[in-house]
């Protein structure tokens, strides 16, 4: 039985309960308007914890000032609903002045990861997503977060946070969940038309491209980025933000492609801002000599 | 019986033995060559906690380029010695890559707090306390942590941190210890000379004058710093690093002062910079009449 718990009061009350009877506790962060993405990581939670905790909290922290913070989506009842048939125990959606009361000042700063990639056009965003995650963390005490890869340089982020900070929890990424042609589910997904829908398409082609030249033994990673932005360029409502291959540790760009590097974009369709990855994977072909 | 532990493996084995027969644990963060100050919070810690852990930690990242990290006094055999015959229960001496591995990264940064009084004079002090006290938390998990006043600003950015982080720690901060003549102890005394010390006296001596003033009625912040800096200035030895008055809170200085505002100050006599504050008291004369 789904229960809404809105205050901090109530959910280490709660947490503390769990706590007392040994309970494994697995927990998936979101700002609603759910989707098959965040469905499979609940699964996996489901599948993995004695309880489930689900939090829905849009972070104004992580949204700079011309962002869309305030016509994100919302579609709290439907969520619960899907939450209802997952078996989920709690979700936790409080406001934003019970997690940041007056006079709260503390950033969680990660050098070096925070300015990269999205953090270049979104200033701020990744000290408040630290921000809300350390505070979600030390509120529910999870055995388990999980994330999606999707939002790739968030799961490094928040992975090195944990590390650097002794947290006891984690962190499991999960796969991007795709739509049939291949558009990463979003929930921003929803500002676009069915044209746009369909120009977006060209973030999932550019990355399969890249992995396809990976696979031909391209190692230049500018070569490939070449061939990318070209596949983006060629759609007019796409606005190139970023197209990077990284380090998945530094992510720090790289210029020889190796396997587990990260090809990473963000594209702006008409006025909405997508992002996608994939993890390149270069082939190692064996030669066994019989003698 | 002192156990001494010095890595992170082993300090979380610990204290999840700990918490798994419900022991209460009571914390004092330090940085090793322990004088009277540390040991009342010691001794408070004793009384009031199943266990004691006490850190000794010399934390390169609260200390600038052009400070005194590497000559910062080590008596670690006297510290053990002294914590064993207060029946501490665990001492835990990481060694600084223990505490920073490589590709650490986090900063834990409390905005309008660690730019004022000793945040001005050593940009990215606080930011270095926060980050090693969360961690020192994390890993201890403490009921209770202990603070000397001594350390003013530190103990409002620590208590700001852990109610903006949500974490389950308790803050007691205790009196400041002080020498016959009224001399804080640190442990930075150390590197004073029998005149230097003498001449250190100057600080408690300004404070005094503030608490007289506050009670002969003065209520004027300026007039109060005025005398104060008068005290100090009289000594030659003596530089005035900051005088404040200051709301506790916020650490925004006052123009007139209230009951509970802090007057703060660091002073370097020769080249030993000294910190000290007092909580000033408005006397509140009731007059009760008889009918």
């Known amino acids: 039985m789904l229960q809404t718990i809105t205050s901090i009061e109530d959910i280490k009350q709660r947490i503390k309960t769990f706590k007392e009877n040994q309970f494994s506790i697995g927990f998936v962060p979101t700002m609603g308007a759910l989707h098959e993405g965040h469905l499979s990581l609940v699964r996996q939670a489901r599948k993995e914890n004695d309880k489930v905790v689900v939090s829905i909290f849009v972070n104004p922290l992580q949204f700079g000032i011309n962002e869309d913070f305030t016509q994100y989506p919302s579609t709290f009842d439907n969520d619960c609903e899907l939450l209802s048939k997952e ?12 997690i940041y009361p007056d006079g709260f000042c503390t950033s969680v700063v990660l050098e070096h990861l925070e300015d990269k990639l999205c953090g270049k056009s979104r200033p701020g965003h990744f000290r408040g997503v630290a921000a809300v995650v350390l505070k979600l963390f030390n509120l529910v005490k999870p055995d388990v977060a999980y994330f999606g890869q999707k939002d790739f340089q968030q799961t490094i982020v928040i ?45 999932y082609k550019s990355l399969i491209k890249a992995q396809t030249m990976v ?32 380090n998945p540790k530094t992510l720090e760009a790289v210029s020889e492609v190796r396997s587990g590097n990260v090809a990473a974009l963000a594209v702006r369709i008409g006025k909405t801002r997508l992002i996608d990855n994939i993890i390149l994977m270069v082939l190692i072909v064996l030669f066994v000599y019989s003698t």
């Open 215 to 246: 696979n031909a033994g391209v190692k230049n990673a500018e070569e490939i980025k070449g061939e990318m932005g070209k596949i983006i360029n060629n759609c007019k409502s796409a606005k190139i933000d970023y197209i990077s291959i990284v």
């Open 159 to 203: 992975k090195r946070m944990v590390a650097d900070l002794n947290l006891d929890v984690n962190i499991k990424v999960l796969p991007t969940i795709r739509g049939k042609e291949g558009l990463a589910l979003s929930s921003r997904n929803a500002y676009l038309s069915e044209t746009e829908k369909k120009d977006a398409l060209c973030l």
């Open 87 to 98: 078996d989920v125990d709690i979700v936790f959606n409080p406001k934003a002045p019970e």
